[in-house]
């Protein structure tokens, strides 16, 4: 019986989504768009469009070598890609943000970009980590687990920055400190990570993030909230607002991978349903709206995205991971969702591959 009704309410709850500008209208990705790297593993990608017609990516990389998770904690770097169309298929370019040593506080990991601009400055936002420790290398790549030094440090000093440049190409400028450090007592108490960032026409921020809080027991941290921050300026400083956070377990239910864009009707959010309970999909996608991008409230049919893929072959897919939605704006309108995507059963252990990839958006919507 609880088969049926669990059934029932996901029938019901795609059958919803269908009913939002996202779900209804989300096309066919393109076989060869997208991006992925031989001998890297790929994951969350934010595209821009420059003043020369091209379309820039940066996409968080690491090392094959290394496991998948938690590899992104202690190696990643920030690549630049480039394409002549939103579809791709994008070709790397350089690196935006690359190792700059272990005294920096994201001298050993760069990922999570999300890039935007205001007037004549890119600006990079992402997450930063280090650790005191020696390389992981080949060698010693089966040492790193969960539980190793690396690890616990390398997330235990998860923080959000930014880096900024008067070109797509760069050189990128880093900020000596984060911009959003954690605060004792806090849902942000442990890390701060995940930034999406929306910059107003003033010049002033508003910044969906992810935090974890410390709790003193063997876990070392709390499941994941999301959390609004405001600016003056991409500088700052930012101020958390409100001391609870915007999604919990308590609240709504756990999301991750918060994107926020704007149009003439307000904010807009999508995030990544951790269990399912608020689209019915597990790991599929969710939208909110807000009048002012700090207090939300979720879309009448939340249901954004499935695991489900339809692919310019005509393939049906379940991706293994589909994870870091972004989607692109152009002329005020949203006309791409960008995904992470992982290949196989599901679980990071059980893939054998990542990419980017892309998919149109039908001008209906």
Same mark, same amino acid.
């Given at each position: 019986m609880k088969i049926k009704v669990s059934i029932?309410?996901?029938?019901?709850?795609?059958?919803? #989504?269908?009913?939002?500008?996202?779900?209804?209208? /989300? =096309?066919?990705?393109?076989?060869?768009?997208?991006?992925?790297m031989e001998d890297y593993w790929v994951w969350g990608s934010s595209v821009i469009k420059g003043e020369d017609g091209k379309y820039h990516m940066y996409a968080s990389r690491w090392p094959k070598y290394l496991k998948f998770h938690p590899g992104w904690m202690i190696a990643s770097e920030i690549a630049h890609a480039v394409?002549?169309?939103?579809? #791709?298929?994008?070709?790397?370019?350089?690196?935006? /943000? =690359?190792?700059?040593?272990?005294?920096?506080?994201d001298g050993r990991s760069c990922h999570n970009p999300k890039i935007v601009k205001h007037k004549d400055e890119y600006i990079l936002y992402y997450m930063g980590s280090t650790h005191p420790f020696e390389e992981v290398t080949r060698e010693n790549a089966n040492e790193l687990t969960l539980s190793s030094k690396w690890c616990i440090t390398g997330r235990w000093g998860k923080r959000v920055g930014v880096a900024t440049s008067k070109s797509p190409y760069g050189p990128w400028k880093r900020l000596d400190a984060p911009i959003l450090d954690v605060k004792p007592n806090s849902f942000y108490s442990y890390l701060t990570s995940n930034p999406s960032p929306l910059i107003k026409e003033d010049g002033s921020v508003v910044l969906l993030f992810k935090g974890r809080s410390y709790q003193e027991d063997e876990i070392r941290h709390t499941n994941m909230f999301i959390g609004v921050a405001t600016a003056p300026s991409y500088k700052g400083?930012?101020?958390?607002?409100?001391?609870?956070?915007?999604?919990?377990?308590?609240?709504?239910?756990?999301?991750?991978?918060?994107h926020l864009w704007s149009d003439d009707e307000g904010y807009h959010m999508i995030a990544k349903d951790m269990s399912g309970k608020i689209g019915g999909s597990h790991h599929g996608g969710i939208l909110a709206h807000s009048k002012d991008g700090i207090d939300w409230v979720l879309d009448k049919s939340p249901l954004a995205y499935t695991r489900e893929v339809t692919w310019s072959n005509g393939k049906t897919i379940k991706q293994g991971q589909l994870e870091r939605p972004f989607v692109f704006v152009e002329d005020g309108k949203p006309t791409h969702i960008f995904f992470?995507?992982?290949?196989?059963?599901?679980g990071f252990g059980n893939g054998t591959k990542t990419w980017n990839i892309v998919i149109p958006l039908n001008k209906n919507q």
């Open positions: 029932l309410l996901f029938v019901l709850a795609v059958t919803a #989504g269908a009913q939002n500008k996202i779900y209804n209208n /989300l =096309g066919e990705a393109p076989v060869d768009g997208g991006l992925q394409s002549n169309t939103p579809e #791709g298929p994008y070709k790397f370019s350089d690196v935006a /943000l =690359g190792d700059r040593g272990a005294q920096f506080w400083p930012y101020a958390v607002k409100g001391a609870e956070p915007l999604f919990s377990e308590e609240k709504f239910g756990v999301v991750e991978d918060p992470a995507a992982m290949d196989g059963p599901g």
